[in-house]
Nanobody
Framework: QVQLVESGGGLVQAGGSLRLSCAAS????????MGWFRQAPGKERDVAAI???????YYADSVKGRFTISRDNAKNTVYLQMNSLKPEDTAVYYC????????????????WGQGTQVTVSS
């Protein structure tokens, strides 16, 4: 059974940093496209960052220059390093594996983790 488990969320002051981890089990994800999404209260789930197996990455404009997505294929784990956090980064963060379709749409991703809460205080 495929499972994605996020960890690393928490409460941090504005300007601080957090590193989220997404550990995958049940199959090898080294060749998969992986995404980090986030969903703030009352808002839609939006893509924050994407990692393709060939080391290409994508970042939403709102996180570009502050967030870094990386992966350790030996550990079957994807990370999201978040620096210079802002209150507007407060959301539940999810990792997911891409299936097909538009890379920016949550519906294009098949497996999801349970999410980890990130709260940034001002």
């Amino acid at each position: 059974q495929v499972q994605l488990v996020e960890s690393g969320g928490g409460l941090v002051q504005a300007g601080g940093s957090l590193r989220l981890s997404c550990a995958a089990s049940g199959r090898t994800f080294s060749s998969d496209t992986m995404g980090w999404f986030r969903q703030a209260p009352g808002k839609e789930r939006d893509v924050a960052a994407i990692s393709w197996s060939g080391d290409s990455t994508y970042y939403a404009d709102s996180v570009k220059g502050r967030f870094t997505i990386s992966r350790d294929n030996a550990k079957n784990t994807v990370y999201l390093q978040m620096n210079s956090l802002k209150p507007e980064d407060t959301a539940v963060y999810y990792c997911a594996t891409y299936t097909s379709g538009n890379y920016h749409f949550p519906s294009s991703y098949g497996y999801w983790g349970q999410g980890t809460q990130v709260t940034v205080s001002s």
